[in-house]
């Protein structure tokens, strides 16, 4: 398949004055690097939540929500937060206890987990048939899609590509605007369905296009399970093992919903409360997950590892591998952030469940894989990384790992390239969002917060008295 490159060019604005698009540009930029900064004392000063955090470091709560709660930390009677083992619970259930009856019966969990989220109760078998059914007939994308939507225009990232497709499939829904209940639920289903495919084609083209590889393309099974899917069409010759997608699929599992606090979730109840359409909330929903703050994390896990194996020449080696993690601290290593990617989160401080679960699965996997020196690597920077950490900042507080550092591992394991690890999130993510969504069609109302003003009023200056 031909691609045709298209470039932005570089004009002048002003021949007068030679001024070039590129250098106006960076001096606005540091223009308004001064002109936006707002001074942080402010903040307390007239109490608003910067970050909707409060002083003690807990959320501001904005909203109610049945869906998923995570719970790391309690409140004591002198309003300080305490830390706790970390909890996550869909609909009420404890996702560890999902995970282990989803184990124990050997089965795939991630429809029944979907399931859960969408319509608040554990199916019957009878109910988790047809919503399976339902969910193998819309596999496939709509007719001509992957042509004219994806491959016809790649994208250098598939979280990107992701969210134009989510949108573009507005194009194709005679009843795109319609927000009753019944419809968005239809539409949730499509879409919870189409994820699988819609990143495995974003994916296929981006590596033929920006990388020259060849372009695989297996049309989804409607009998399989969404991780069996992806793996099938992500990979050439479309095989996998049984463990490999029961693996995938319970790390699906633990992706599939955060509580209603979460950036992508919030954006989802935001977006939808201004009544528009489930294919603009969710792509909504998409590009929040796609930043390195939130579901781009993981990907920043997968890209320390890497820098830490070229720059370590014994991973058994924990005194070389824990200057790594000191240079990391220090701004000397790998994208200079300070930042140990994998360790810390806004909610659990104790521990985070899923990396909890996620660690088990990465054991099995490195002993089925021959990765036990990779395995023993995650587990120190698990256990070392956060002692330096407040060593390094002079604090005093647990720091755990969270779900982006075993996910890395797991993702590594099962062969998924490290550019998947967002879309994986995503097609994860899906069922949360649009339980979310639904969830804010029926109960919320328009969520329109206050910002104050600080800017002081001033008079308008004539075009000739300007300097």
């Not at 491959?151 to 598939?158: D, K, M, R």
């Not at 401080?349 to 099995?364: C, E, I, N, Q, W």
């Not at 023993?376 to 390094?392: H, K, M, S, V």
């Amino acid at each position: 398949m031909n691609f045709e490159k298209y470039e932005i060019t570089q004009l002048p604005l002003d021949e007068e004055n030679n001024a070039t698009e590129d250098s106006f540009v960076r001096e606005m930029a540091d223009h308004l690097k001064t002109k936006c900064q707002i001074d942080p004392a402010l903040y307390p000063k007239y109490n608003v939540k910067r970050g909707l955090r409060n002083a003690n470091g807990t959320g501001v709560v904005v909203g109610l929500t049945q869906i998923g709660d995570a719970e790391g930390y309690y409140v004591n009677d002198k309003n300080e937060k305490c830390p706790k083992p970390g909890k996550l619970y869909y609909r009420g259930i404890d996702v560890e206890d999902i995970v282990a009856n989803i184990e124990k019966g050997d089965r795939f969990g991630y429809e029944e987990t979907s399931y859960l989220l969408l319509f608040g109760h554990l199916p019957n078998q009878k109910e988790l048939a047809i919503y399976k059914a339902m969910l193998g007939a819309h596999r496939n994308l709509p007719q001509g899609f992957t042509h004219d939507m994806i491959l016809s225009v790649p994208s250098s990232n598939i979280m990107n590509k992701l969210a134009r497709s989510v949108l573009a499939l507005y194009s194709y829904d005679a009843k795109a605007d319609d927000i009753s209940i019944e419809n968005v639920l239809h539409q949730s289903i499509i879409l919870i369905a189409s994820f699988p495919a819609l990143i495995a084609y974003a994916y296929q083209a981006k590596h033929s296009y920006y990388f020259n590889e060849s372009m695989y393309l297996h049309n989804p099974d409607p009998k399989l399970s969404s991780a069996e899917n992806i793996l099938r069409m992500i990979r050439p010759d479309g095989k996998y093992t049984e463990l490999e997608a029961k693996m995938l699929d319970l790390s699906m599992i633990l992706h599939a919903d955060h509580g209603g606090g979460n950036n992508s979730a919030f954006t989802t109840h935001v977006v939808s409360s201004t009544g528009t359409d489930t294919y603009s909330a969710i792509a909504s929903a998409v590009c929040s997950l796609k930043g390195p703050k939130h579901g781009g994390a993981n990907v920043e896990v997968l890209g320390m590892i890497a820098d830490l194996k070229k720059n370590v020449s014994d991973i058994t080696n924990f005194d070389e591998v824990e200057e790594y993690l000191k240079k990391l601290l220090h701004k000397e290593a790998f994208d200079r952030q300070g930042l140990i990617y994998g360790l810390g989160h806004a909610v659990y401080t104790l521990s985070d469940p899923r990396a909890t679960v996620l660690k088990k699965m990465a054991r099995t996997l490195a002993e089925e894989k021959g990765l036990l020196d990779d395995f023993a690597l995650y587990d120190f920077i698990e256990r070392r990384g956060p002692q330096l950490f407040c060593e390094y900042k002079g604090l005093n507080k647990p720091v755990c790992a969270n779900v982006d550092l075993y996910s890395g591992f797991v993702y590594n394991a099962l062969n998924i390239p490290e550019d998947m690890a967002a879309p994986l999130f995503a097609a994860s993510r899906i069922s949360g969002w649009c339980a979310h969504r639904i969830e804010e069609l029926v109960s919320g109302k328009i969520i329109r917060p206050a910002y104050l003003n600080i800017q002081e009023p001033r008079g308008y200056t004539p075009m000739e008295e300007r300097e």
